[in-house]
């Protein structure tokens, strides 16, 4: 048994990591850290683990993950990149759901995080965890930086197309949405009910820290500086994402639909609609899946996009697990079978 550890195990992504790991027929969840909560029983934070889940959070000191096969950081940006030295030194692999470790360059990471990086020796040899791109590394890493939710749909809708060098890289546009999960399990006035219900809007649009991600993970595809205008919105949903992606087209009569099913036929968690499609956020919610649907309205000279995905599974928790799978020679979607929920 993989012997699994969590940091930050009271977020939202901290508890879909336990919802998923206690199924895990592969993994034993040896410890469970939080600072806040440390001493409390898990199910009695989260009743919803009862039976599934035994044990007590502990204070996030690394004597208290050692004994770790691996550890999961589901933490806030800054956090896995103080304990990530002393943890791989004691030969624990770590896989980080937060930022610390997505970008190359110490120096863009602390423009865009407003902190120096803790350990920038290590970002080189961080592993991107996107399996539909990195798999092969992915399996030989001991350090993971884990795809943000934006990314991982975006990245994934655009990687058929810049692959085949079928678009304008230079013009890309990604205009998404996220349920108001996506910003974590806080107390914060523009989260509550009556702030986001019955509204919609835009944020960040002069500059997402998802943007120097998504950039780094196309231009890594492209081969070539790629030109991206990345638009984020908060939707009145719990989970989800619905990335809608534009690019102007430049591949003649190539067929669209046989590229995106081509490229992810034996993609167990990427699904490609039949053409005509259009996803349905509530179609992966609590799966592993990404949903795709690709089109050229009337013809013309812009291809569209679709991705959907489950921001705390697909993008965040559940590729977290797929990710530790590759590492630890299992197969990919052990305990990650889950069928989404409907409605």
């Known amino acids: 048994m993989i012997e699994a550890g969590i940091v930050g195990g009271t977020g939202y992504t901290g508890v879909e990591l336990l919802r998923i790991l206690a199924r895990h027929p592969e993994v034993h969840i040896a410890a469970v850290t939080s600072r806040g909560d440390a001493g409390r029983r898990v199910d009695e934070l989260y009743p919803s683990l009862r039976g599934h889940v035994e044990g007590r959070f502990r204070e996030p000191l690394a004597e208290n993950l050692a004994g770790c096969d691996v550890v999961f950081f589901a933490t806030p940006n800054g956090t896995a990149m103080r304990m990530a030295p002393a943890l791989l030194a004691a030969g624990v692999r770590v896989i980080d759901l937060a930022a610390d470790f997505r970008l190359q360059d110490a120096a863009l990471w602390q423009q865009w995080y407003g902190e120096p990086h803790a350990c920038p020796e290590l970002l080189a040899e961080a592993v991107y965890g996107l399996p539909e791109r990195n798999r092969g590394c992915i399996a030989a890493a001991r350090l993971i930086a884990c795809p943000g939710c934006y990314p991982t749909a975006v990245q994934l809708g655009f990687l058929p197309l810049l ?140 291809v569209v996009v679709l991705a959907v995905i489950d921001n705390l599974v697909k993008g965040a928790a559940g590729q977290a697990v797929q990710n530790m799978n590759l590492m630890f020679g299992l197969a990919e979607s052990a305990g990650l079978e889950s069928i989404a929920l409907y409605p």
Not at 214 to 235: D, S, Y
Not at 262 to 284: C, I, K, M, Q, W
Request: hydrophobic residues 35%.
């Open 163 to 302: 692959e085949a060098d079928l678009v304008d890289a230079g013009r890309l546009i990604a205009d998404a949405k996220s349920g108001t999960s996506g910003a974590g399990r806080r107390a914060e006035i523009p989260m509550l009910l009556s702030e986001t219900g019955e509204s919609f809007k835009a944020y960040a649009v002069s500059g997402h820290r998802h943007l120097p991600e998504i950039r780094q993970g196309l231009e890594r595809v492209a081969g070539n500086p790629v030109g991206l205008t990345f638009v984020p919105h908060l939707v009145p949903m719990i989970r989800g994402i619905h990335a809608t992606l534009y690019a102007p087209w430049k591949g003649g009569e190539a067929d669209l639909q046989d590229l995106f099913e081509s490229r992810y036929r034996n993609e167990a968690f990427v699904d490609v609609l039949p053409a005509g499609s259009h996803p349905d956020t509530r179609n992966v919610r609590g799966s592993n899946r990404c949903q795709l649907a690709v089109q050229r309205p009337a013809g013309g000279d812009t």
